[in-house]
């Protein structure tokens, strides 16, 4: 994998993946797949059409992902924090 890729879901991302995490981390991928940082003139429409391609994957994957748990920005419960000790 490609390790220029974060995570950009919550919790790893406190807050929305914005269109700019979202289209950064898709060029990532495709200049890693391809092996070009930058295509040829003749292959950018292919590149950049895969680019749009992936970003919307990332932004549907983002979009039905259910996190379990606390919710964004939540502090743990009480109940769920370990006891103060005395």
Known sequence: MCRSIKTLRPPVL???ATE???RAAA????RKVS???????????????AVD???GATRALLEGIEVRGAAR???PAAADRPAART
Not at 27 to 30: E, H, P, T
Not at 35 to 49: I, K, Q, Y
Request: aromatic share 10%.
């Open 53 to 55: 391609e992936i970003a």
């Open 20 to 22: 700019e995490d979202i």
């Open 27 to 30: 060029l990532q991928f495709v």
């Open 35 to 49: 092996g070009f940082r930058s295509p040829a003139a003749h292959n950018r429409e292919v590149f950049d059409r």
């Open 14 to 16: 406190p807050e929305e």
């Open 73 to 75: 920005g939540a502090a």
